[in-house]
């Protein structure tokens, strides 16, 4: 029997293997073999499959192929009858494959001498003879040539990609029935939609008899996207890569190993089951400039068969993959892929903006509402002025369907857009992420109607600390340059109070008409024509010493509109 250099005889005797290497080899290439604690450790050496035609048994390789450069690869059955199961899987291209095998001659032996003819020549005397054919393959599909019975002989497997540079998989084993590494599908391998909202859906499906029976480490991951479905993990890892991993060739012997893609911009399969989200690709030598992010998400939920993917876009649809993966081999196996459209967004209620009157308007978390304004007359502009109450809130404004404004406001803002005849404006106020939104917005087409008084950009209270007493405290604002009616008040707090319980009442929507009169400090007009002088102060009195209050500040416009400023919490002094 004849063992073949850069071939792998499956169970191939070492002593003859050895023997034929000696004429080439100063030291002998150990080669391996299906001794299973010599195999395990020859596989460990990265260095032993360098630039290798070598299917070892037992063992998955990943490799590459150039655009339209063929590639084979050997590996030798010694005896007849024996099981045989080979496994190609594609990545991010169709393939081409062929398997064929061909008898090894009887004699390894030149003239009758004894000794061993010379490598190549014995090479050469085999894979020139045209070989049997078993079994080819065209595609992108995880496809396997499966035999109980194989005849002896040196089978090759021939790969192609016409379509562009790729990588792929390959497993072969003489042991199919006790190595079993990829997971088994259940005899429903279906991924089924169970639940179906405008942000969610939600996956089931049967677990894998692997886990269920045979109880070896099974984990789920499931891959999301808008564009199709993935027959392969391999596929999906691919898509992945941020860089373009054909690039550069590889060095033969030197940066490259078909166990080792990280030299090659080939993702790693180790992290299989611990990154949630989008995955990152291997980083080589060189700088490459990064691709935009792929709207791919992996997740690997451990052994669970339900699962709810959420943060959905409405009315959107998405592809689902499953993939089973033995936590011991990192071999996975494609369930049946579904697809599925989320339910469209929850038609609105437009409101109806009425020309120069105040709307008030409350949106859940996250949550968007639409409003309509159509003035009656012919107008030159339209006047919006918003007023948020809490948190930013984002303001888009449409006249017919085009995009005129889209803005986040905080506190109150003012947007005077170019008017035109019979016009129709939509707006689209969208609320914070944080929580509920509360807001007054008002539309007009006449000019000089304003209900909101001016704010200044500063909206802070400043107490001095230097003109603090034990009955009073000193306090400055901002006002502008148009003259407004301000109003102060105080309340006592506890001295616990905090930042917390005072973000709680930041609603500046809420008018002095809410506050009871014996919080009243006081209220004046005020305004200055030089913006850099328009600073007012004012002495609280009539305190307790040693106690904490909060401080308002209202200013109310021409139309009886307030504004709160942010409140301040002040505390008097214990002793004088």
């Given amino acids: 029997m004849l063992c073949i250099t850069r071939m792998l005889l499956l169970r191939c005797p070492l002593p003859l293997l050895l023997l034929l290497l000696l004429p080439l080899h100063s030291r002998p290439q150990k080669l391996p073999t299906r001794d299973e604690e010599l195999f395990q450790m020859q596989i460990r050496d990265k260095a032993f499959f360098h630039d290798s035609s070598v299917i070892p048994d037992g063992a998955e390789i990943s490799s590459y192929l150039f655009r339209d450069t063929p590639k084979r690869y050997f590996f030798v059955v010694e005896e007849d009858n024996t099981p045989l199961a080979v496994t190609v899987t594609p990545c991010d291209a169709p393939l081409e494959w062929k398997l064929s095998v061909q008898e090894l001659p009887e004699e390894a032996s030149g003239e009758g001498s004894g000794d061993p003819e010379p490598l190549e020549q014995q090479k050469q005397q085999i894979t020139n003879e045209e070989g049997t054919e078993l079994f080819s393959y065209k595609g992108n599909d995880v496809e396997y040539f499966v035999s109980s019975s194989s005849?002896?002989?040196?089978?090759?497997?021939?790969?192609?990609?016409?379509?562009?540079?790729?990588?792929?998989?390959?497993?072969?084993?003489?042991?199919?029935?006790?190595?079993?590494?990829?997971?088994?599908?259940?005899?429903?391998?279906?991924?089924?939609?169970?639940?179906?909202?405008?942000?969610?859906?939600?996956?089931?499906?049967?677990?894998?008899?692997?886990?269920?029976?045979?109880?070896?480490?099974?984990?789920?991951?499931?891959?999301?996207?808008?564009?199709?479905?993935?027959?392969?993990?391999?596929?999906?890892?691919?898509?992945?890569?941020?860089?373009?991993?054909?690039?550069?060739?590889?060095?033969?012997?030197?940066?490259?190993?078909?166990?080792?893609?990280?030299?090659?911009?080939?993702?790693?399969?180790?992290?299989?089951?611990?990154?949630?989200?989008?995955?990152?690709?291997?980083?080589?030598?060189?700088?490459?400039?990064?691709?935009?992010?792929?709207?791919?998400?992996?997740?690997?939920?451990?052994?669970?068969?339900?699962?709810?993917?959420?943060?959905?876009?409405?009315?959107?649809?998405?592809?689902?993959?499953?993939?089973?993966?033995?936590?011991?081999?990192?071999m996975s196996?494609?369930?049946?892929?579904?697809?599925?459209?989320?339910?469209?967004?929850?038609?609105?209620?437009?409101?109806?903006?009425?020309?120069?009157?105040?709307?008030?308007?409350?949106?859940?978390?996250?949550?968007?509402?639409?409003?309509?304004?159509?003035?009656?007359?012919?107008?030159?502009?339209?006047?919006?002025?918003?007023?948020?109450?809490?948190?930013?809130?984002?303001?888009?404004?449409?006249?017919?369907?085009?995009?005129?404004?889209?803005?986040?406001?905080?506190?109150?803002?003012?947007?005077?857009?170019?008017?035109?005849?019979?016009?129709?404006?939509?707006?689209?106020?969208?609320?914070?992420?944080?929580?509920?939104?509360?807001?007054?917005?008002?539309?007009?087409?006449?000019?000089?109607?304003?209900?909101?008084?001016?704010?200044?950009?500063?909206?802070?209270?400043?107490?001095?600390?230097?003109?603090?007493?034990?009955?009073?405290?000193?306090?400055?604002?901002?006002?502008?340059?148009e003259r407004n009616k301000f109003c102060i008040y105080k309340r006592e707090v506890d001295d616990n109070y905090n930042e917390e319980q005072k973000k709680r009442e930041q609603n500046q929507c809420l008018g002095p008409d809410t506050r009871k009169k014996s919080e009243k400090v006081l209220c004046k007009y005020f305004h200055s024509q030089n913006i850099q002088k328009a600073v007012t102060t004012e002495t609280i009195r009539g305190l307790q010493p040693g106690k904490s209050y909060l401080l308002d500040v209202y200013v109310i416009g021409h139309g009886g509109h307030s504004v709160k400023y942010q409140s301040k919490l002040v505390k008097t002094r214990k002793f004088c």
């Fill in 151 to 330: 005849p002896s002989g040196l089978y090759q497997l021939d790969l192609l990609s016409t379509e562009k540079d790729t990588h792929f998989k390959v497993y072969a084993t003489t042991t199919p029935e006790s190595d079993q590494p990829y997971p088994e599908l259940p005899y429903d391998p279906r991924i089924d939609v169970t639940s179906l909202g405008r942000t969610t859906v939600t996956l089931a499906w049967k677990p894998s008899p692997t886990a269920s029976l045979l109880r070896q480490p099974i984990q789920y991951c499931i891959v999301i996207n808008k564009e199709h479905n993935f027959k392969s993990l391999c596929a999906v890892e691919a898509k992945l890569s941020s860089d373009d991993a054909f690039m550069m060739a590889p060095k033969p012997g030197l940066d490259f190993s078909p166990f080792d893609f990280a030299h090659f911009g080939f993702p790693a399969d180790n992290n299989s089951g611990k990154e949630r989200g989008f995955l990152k690709s291997s980083k080589f030598g060189r700088q490459t400039s990064p691709k935009p992010r792929v709207d791919l998400h992996r997740v690997c939920i451990g052994n669970k068969n339900i699962f709810t993917v959420s943060d959905l876009k409405p009315d959107t649809q998405y592809y689902f993959d499953m993939f089973a993966v033995n936590t011991n081999t990192n």
């Fill in 333 to 481: 196996t494609a369930y049946v892929g579904t697809f599925a459209r989320t339910k469209e967004e929850a038609k609105q209620k437009t409101v109806e903006l009425k020309d120069g009157k105040v709307t008030d308007v409350f949106i859940k978390r996250k949550g968007a509402k639409f409003l309509r304004f159509a003035p009656v007359s012919s107008h030159q502009k339209v006047t919006f002025s918003v007023h948020s109450c809490l948190d930013a809130v984002q303001i888009q404004v449409r006249r017919d369907g085009k995009l005129l404004l889209s803005q986040s406001v905080e506190g109150v803002r003012q947007f005077q857009l170019r008017g035109k005849a019979k016009a129709k404006y939509l707006i689209r106020l969208k609320g914070s992420k944080k929580g509920a939104s509360m807001l007054k917005i008002l539309a007009t087409s006449r000019p000089n109607k304003q209900s909101f008084p001016s704010l200044p950009e500063d909206t802070r209270i400043k107490a001095f600390d230097k003109l603090r007493t034990c009955s009073s405290v000193t306090v400055a604002w901002l006002g502008t340059q």
